[in-house]
């Protein structure tokens, strides 16, 4: 099963990204994750994309398209996977879909996590992530049990430089230009489920249950 998240920054892509992953047994591919770990890691990669990251603006198409075609042909890949992130451009979407068709190969599904933009300020000011794996909370609405430490490693949690609200709003702006016209492209592909995003996360994820079957 291949499935593409679809959705504004923080409209909850990761959080139901993971939870398909974990029940459907594939792979969670997160190009924001991807991009993270480079910067971390002090990369080439990584330098570069930093300086489009910090601004609110994509990483230009020609640095991400490569990196997820590799991985989606990498052998965890074979029974599927979930994009989280990926395609965020027309171009991207394109690119993606000439790879699989050389493979003889197609999307299943591109879900859309429908939240508006008055819900996404709230979730991106409250979202913290966790410096050592990249666990992701919310200060309200998926806290963790120790205040500012993650479950998962027990190391700090950060409020990320590109979720301070001076940046989410130009965020919001690239969301609605450059990856919005995606569900239409996806609508047009005849692949296109929209889920209600501003429920609770296990009904969002329910919702998504119901759709990709038990
Ligand atoms: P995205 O991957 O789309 O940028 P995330 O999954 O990181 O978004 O979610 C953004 C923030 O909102 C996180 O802090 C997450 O814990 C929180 N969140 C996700 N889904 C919901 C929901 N249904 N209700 C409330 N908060 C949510
Ligand atoms: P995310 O974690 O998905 O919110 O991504 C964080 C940031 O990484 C985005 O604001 C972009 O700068 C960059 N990024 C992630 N995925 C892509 C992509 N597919 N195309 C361009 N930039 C991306």
Do not use: W
């Not at 991807?34 to 994509?58: C, H, P, S, V, W």
């Not at 493979?103 to 966790?130: F, H, S, T, W």
């Amino acid at each position: 099963m291949k499935i593409i998240m679809l959705g504004a920054p923080g409209a909850g892509k990761g959080t139901q990204a993971k939870k398909i992953a974990a029940k459907y047994d594939i792979p969670h591919i997160s190009t924001g994750d991807i991009f993270r770990a480079n910067i971390k890691n002090g990369t080439e990669l990584g330098k570069k994309a930093k300086t489009y990251m910090d601004q609110g603006l994509l990483v230009p198409d020609e640095l991400v398209v490569d990196l997820v075609v590799d991985r989606v042909n990498q052998e965890d890949c074979s029974n599927g996977y979930v994009l989280d992130g990926f395609p965020r451009t027309i171009p991207q979407a394109e690119a993606l879909d000439k790879a699989l068709a050389d493979l003889g190969q197609k999307m299943d599904y591109a879900i859309d996590v429908d939240v508006p933009d008055e819900n996404i300020v709230n979730r991106m000011g409250g979202r913290r992530a966790c410096v050592g794996c990249g666990a992701t909370y919310h200060l309200v609405f998926a806290p963790t049990k120790e205040e500012g430490i993650c479950d998962t490693c027990g190391k700090e949690l950060i409020l990320r430089d590109d979720d301070k609200p001076e940046t989410v709003q130009k965020r919001l702006n690239v969301y609605h230009e450059q990856t919005q016209p995606l569900i239409e492209y996806y609508s047009k592909a005849g692949i296109l489920k929209t889920v209600d995003g501003t429920v609770d996360m296990n009904d969002v994820f329910q919702a998504i249950v119901d759709i990709l079957g038990e």
